[in-house]
Structures are given as structure tokens and as C-alpha cells.
């Protein structure tokens, strides 16, 4: 169709008709990696929900030390009969905040490190499924 | 007690301390080694040597103090101190990291595009340092004055002088192998002692302390003032870790942002271990050591009790592990810190001064830590000293007010400009950094005196707010390549992606 051959002899009879389909824009593969350098609309996609669900797992984590943690005072305050326990000849107040905090804020990290890792790990499956990076 | 043994274990500690300090000489050549040492050290050695860091003078013997005098509601102090480093982690940990800067000014001028906020940042990263220097100078001369009979500016300059020459001779690279090296002797120190101590105590036939009914209880009294003071060494404790410029730098030494994260989770594990100590320091000292809080030396407990409670030499010899252990924690914060300084302030001169070009980096850093190390050593023997714990809280809540809402808001908000973080960085820090001069030069009582005494509670949030507000009022000012910046901050180095600014 590109090159239109002027039809020399009409009266020969048979045309060719042919379908250029050697000239058609290939499909080109992008890869998100190319999307989010480009800032697309699907890089963008993609960045938004890596850092949102990044700031979900941090917000949690804070979250969930603000009620335990933060609160601790208030609960001492506010329910006297805690400061009475003991465990171990080690009044209770004592045995929480000298060790027990430091133990759970200890797994609160943990566990968020082991979530994120594995929330990274499937964002590098998405944007480079084959990975075949040495 | 005689002071031999004290001499030769001070002795002992600085020697060992420049001894490392010249093999990191050895293997530290070029800039990259003396800044951030090449950014190639592992989570295990990096984790000992931020916790070797971190557990400063306050924590050796300020905590032990502390509880000696208050008693339960102290326990916060090191609550504070360790759930910093989850904050730390879960906030700014691997993005900090994956930003590829060297200090906070770095961060602040690659995230904002503005040498401005690069500039008014490296003045509160100096003020921040000189904040936490002072005490550790203060106690280095109190301790050797306890130990040793020696008169109080012994143990200051000699701090001082080997921190500067530690950091003159081998930057980062050594200093890394030097705190690594005091994390578990300062753990070592405070734990063998401890156990003889315990032993004895045991012995004796295990007498009560001498404490009330408040002393036990936290919060025993419960006055409003009380538990606002609870609730702002909390604030300044968990959000100021992440903003002291000698934590800040430590990240840059990760290989990546996932060996950042572990280093994080590994120094919670070391300075939680490490905190269960003092306490029992404290309250022991309630045992035998009650008269330390009537003349004003509670900060001294950790030293005292062994002499007290083991007679002879073996007392001695405890006693100078102790004073190793606290010598060896006023020289790794102070290296740290000092480093952390010279880090920012000899990129500045070499880069930015009159001389611009015709310093070389190593020289400008070298210059720059002789010059941050004596501001807060003159400033040692001026100020009177207070309890080292509370001293450094001031510095916890100057970089909560300032530097955690740069990093929170600059990592996780696209709106952040370069107007809205000048205007929080000096709003925050005018408010947190007023607080102890009012308080040491005015000396207010009640509430005013509490409000400005322990200012994190409202600093915070006014260095918040104003990042916040003047942000959004000068919207059309957010940096073009906001979009660049966070795709470096937040993906992981697996993914192949443009990370040129």
C-alpha cells in the first residue's frame, strides 16, 4: 500500500492486493521499570502503591505502639492494682517497663522488617518478572 | 580506694581505643573510607558499632542514676531510647539509606533542590552536637574526679583529645572497628560487676531498699506536672533518635536499604540487652548507696557500688572494669557524634567556603573536627553540670522538634517545599533549643519551668505544623523533581530503575 504500483497494463487482469503487515508498529514490550523512569501514568500506578503500602505497614507499627506502649502510663495510673503485682518477688511495673517493653518493641520490629521484605520482594517480581539479572 | 587500678584500666581503654583506631588508618585511603567508610560494612559489625555509639554517658551511668533518685518512672529513659531505633526503623531506616547522601544537609538538598535548607540544617546539626558533646565531656571529668581523685578538667581534655585525634587519624573507617570493639566492652563492664554485686548482696541477706511507696510506683505521685514530664521525655526519647546526626550518618555505611533494616532490628536487640543492667545499678544504690542522692553525685552509683559491697581488692578491681566500661562509652558517643560533625561541617568548607577548591576534603574534615570538638570542651568547663541523662534529653528533643519532621515528612509527603522545611527547622528548633538556656540561666519554677524545662511535648508539634502549613502555602514551589527523588527513596536496589537525580 506504501508503494502504490501505478497499474501499467489494466487489461492483464490479476491484481495483488497485499496486506502490509511487515510495516505495522511491532508491540513493543515495556517493562515497568521503563514506566516508572518515564513517570507514565502506570509508573506513577505502580510508585504510589509501593510507598503507600510502605507507610501503611510503618503507620501500623506506630499505631500499635502508641496504644501499648504510650498508653502504659495512663494504665498505671488509672488501674492502681496493677502496681501491686509481682511476679517473682519483682513488682509488676517494674518487671514491664525495665524488660517487657523492650521485648515486644523487639518483635514489633521484627515482624515489620519480615513484612516489608516480603512486600519488596513482590514489587521486584512485578516490575522484572523473568529477573534474570546476574 | 587507690587509684592504680582506675589509672591503668583508663589507660587500658585509650590505648586500645587508638590502637584500633590506627589499623582502621592502615585500610582507610580514600575519601569514600573517611566519610562513610566505603559504605561496605556488614549488619553485625555496623549494628555493634551504632549501639557502641549510642550508649552514651547517660545510659552508662545517667539511667543508673536516675533511678537511684526517682525510681520507677526513669524506667522511660531507656524505653525511649530503644523504641527510637523501631521509629527509626519503620519511618526512615531504608529510604534513608537508598537516598545515597552522606549526612541530613545531603538529604535535605537532594530531596528539596536548596542549598538554603542544606545550610540552615547543618547549623542544627551542629547545635544538636554540641547539645549531646557537653555532658559527655562533663561526666568524663566527673568520673575520673570519683575514681581517681583527679581534679575535674583531667578527664574532660583527655576525652577531648583523643576523640579528636581518633577522628583526625582515621575517620569512619576506624572509628567503625572502635565502637564495635566498646559496645561489648561497655555490655561486658556493666554485666560482670553486676553479677558479683548481686552475689554479694545475696549474701548479706538480700536487705530492702530504702524507698517508698512512690519510688516503686510510677507515677507514685501522680501531679499533673509528672505526667506531663512521662509523656515529653517519651516524645523527645522516640522521636529524636532518628534525627541525632551520629545515628543519621551510621545508615550511610549500609550496602543497601534491606542491610539498613537489619542493622536497625540488630541495634534493638544490643541496646535492649544492654538496658536491663542499670537498672539494677539503681536499685541497688537504694541498698547501699543512699547518701550519693543527698550530695548530689547519683550519677556516680555504677562506680561506687562495687567498693562498697566487695571489700578489698576484688572491689578494686570491679571498680576499675566500671570506670573502663564508662570511659569507653564518653569516647565512642563523642567519636561518633564528633565524626558525625566534622562529616557535615568539613563538606561545607571544602566545598562551600572561601577556600573553596583549595582544601582538600580529608584536610577540611581533620579542621573540622578540631573546631567541633572545642566549642563543647570550652563550654565544659563554663556551664555547670547537670544530670548527665536529663543534659542529653535537650539534644533528643531539639532533633525531635527539627530533624524528624524533615525526615518523616520529606520521605513519605510528595507536598514537602524548601520554605515549609526552613520554616519548621527553625521554628522547632528555636523552641527546643530555647528550653535549656531558659532553664539553666533563668531557672522558672512550676509549670512554666516544667513547659520549658522538657519542651518536646509542643516543640514537636509546632516544627510539625509549621512544615505542614508553609508547605501547603507555597505549593506551587515543590520541586520538579519530586517524583525522581521518591522513586530513588523508595525502590528497592533490586529493581532496575534511573536513579541519577
Known amino acids: 500500500m506504501t508503494e502504490p504500483t501505478p497499474p501499467a497494463e489494466p487489461s492483464t487482469g490479476r491484481v495483488r492486493i497485499t496486506s502490509p503487515l511487515s510495516t505495522a508498529s511491532t508491540h513493543v514490550r515495556r517493562t515497568v521499570g521503563q514506566e516508572i523512569d518515564e513517570a507514565t501514568g502506570v509508573g506513577e500506578v505502580y510508585m504510589q502503591s509501593l510507598i503507600r503500602s510502605q507507610l501503611r505497614a510503618a503507620a501500623t507499627v506506630a499505631i500499635t505502639l502508641l496504644l501499648t506502649v504510650v498508653s502504659l502510663p495512663l494504665v498505671f495510673l488509672w488501674v492502681p492494682g496493677l502496681n501491686d503485682g509481682r511476679v517473682l518477688g519483682i513488682p509488676l511495673p517494674w518487671l514491664v517497663l525495665g524488660g517487657g517493653v523492650h521485648a515486644g518493641v523487639i518483635v514489633l520490629g521484627w515482624l515489620y522488617v519480615r513484612h516489608v521484605e516480603r512486600a519488596e520482594r513482590l514489587f521486584t517480581h512485578l516490575v522484572e518478572p523473568s529477573d534474570g539479572r546476574p | ?501
Open chain 2, 1 to 501: 580506694m587507690s587509684p592504680t587500678w582506675g589509672i591503668v584500666a583508663v589507660s587500658l581503654v585509650s590505648i586500645a581505643t587508638l590502637a584500633i583506631g590506627a589499623f582502621g588508618l592502615r585500610i582507610s585511603r580514600t575519601t569514600s573510607d573517611f566519610y562513610v567508610a566505603s559504605r561496605s560494612v556488614s549488619p553485625v559489625l555496623n549494628g555493634s558499632a551504632i549501639s557502641g555509639e549510642y550508649l552514651s554517658a547517660a545510659s552508662y551511668l545517667g539511667i543508673a542514676g536516675l533511678v537511684l533518685t526517682h525510681g520507677a518512672d526513669m524506667l522511660w529513659y531507656p524505653i525511649g531510647w530503644t523504641a527510637g531505633y523501631l521509629l527509626l526503623l519503620v519511618f526512615v531506616a531504608a529510604p534513608l539509606r537508598r537516598s545515597g547522601a552522606y549526612t541530613i544537609p545531603d538529604f535535605a538538598q537532594v530531596r528539596l533542590q536548596s542549598v538554603a535548607v542544606r545550610r540552615v540544617s547543618t547549623a542544627l546539626v551542629v547545635a544538636v552536637g554540641w547539645l549531646y558533646l557537653l555532658p559527655q565531656f562533663q561526666g568524663a571529668g566527673l568520673t575520673l574526679q570519683a575514681v581517681l581523685d583527679a581534679p575535674r578538667w583531667v578527664g574532660t581534655v583527655l576525652v577531648a583529645a583523643i576523640v579528636t585525634l581518633n577522628v583526625v587519624l582515621g575517620g569512619m573507617r576506624s572509628i567503625t572497628f572502635v565502637q564495635a570493639f566498646q559496645y561489648w566492652l561497655k555490655l561486658t563492664a556493666l554485666l560482670v560487676p553486676l553479677m558479683f554485686l548481686l552475689l554479694a548482696w545475696s549474701r548479706d541477706g538480700r536487705p530492702a531498699a530504702q524507698a517508698s511507696a512512690d519510688w516503686w510506683t510510677p507515677l507514685g505521685v501522680a501531679t499533673p506536672e509528672a505526667i506531663y514530664g512521662t509523656y515529653a521525655v517519651i516524645v523527645a526519647t522516640f522521636l529524636g533518635t532518628m534525627g541525632l546526626p551520629h545515628v543519621v550518618v551510621r545508615f550511610y555505611t549500609n550496602p543497601d536499604g534491606r542491610a539498613a533494616r537489619r542493622t536497625t532490628l540488630i541495634v534493638m536487640v544490643l541496646i535492649s540487652a544492654f538496658y536491663l543492667l542499670p537498672t539494677f545499678y539503681g536499685v541497688l544504690g537504694r541498698v547501699y548507696a543512699f547518701d550519693l542522692i543527698a550530695s548530689g553525685r547519683a550519677d556516680t552509683v555504677a562506680l561506687e557500688l562495687p567498693s562498697r559491697l566487695i571489700a578489698g581488692s576484688g572491689g578494686e578491681l570491679l571498680t576499675a572494669l566500671v570506670t573502663a566500661g564508662a570511659f569507653a562509652a564518653f569516647l565512642s558517643t563523642s567519636s561518633g557524634v564528633t565524626m558525625a560533625l566534622a562529616g557535615v561541617v568539613g563538606q561545607g568548607l571544602s566545598d562551600h567556603g572561601p577556600w573553596r577548591g583549595r582544601l582538600s576534603s580529608i584536610a577540611a574534615l581533620r579542621i573540622a573536627a578540631a573546631a567541633c570538638v572545642a566549642v563543647p570542651l570550652s563550654l565544659a568547663f563554663v556551664a555547670e553540670p547537670i544530670p548527665v541523662a536529663s543534659s542529653v534529653v535537650f539534644a533528643f528533643a531539639l532533633a525531635a522538634s527539627t530533624f524528624c519532621p524533615l525526615l518523616v515528612l520529606g520521605i513519605w509527603w510528595r507536598g514537602l517545599t524548601s520554605a515549609g522545611a526552613i520554616a519548621g527547622l527553625i521554628g522547632g528548633g528555636v523552641c527546643a533549643g530555647a528550653a535549656p538556656f531558659v532553664t539553666l540561666a533563668l531557672d522558672v519554677d512550676g509549670w512554666w519551668g516544667t513547659l520549658m524545662s522538657q519542651p518536646a511535648v509542643w516543640s514537636v508539634p509546632i516544627g510539625f505544623g509549621l512544615m505542614i502549613a508553609v508547605s501547603l502555602a507555597t505549593r506551587s514551589r515543590i520541586p520538579a523533581t519530586v517524583g525522581r527523588t521518591m522513586v530513588r527513596l523508595h525502590t528497592p536496589e533490586r529493581v532496575q530503575v534511573d536513579r541519577r537525580f
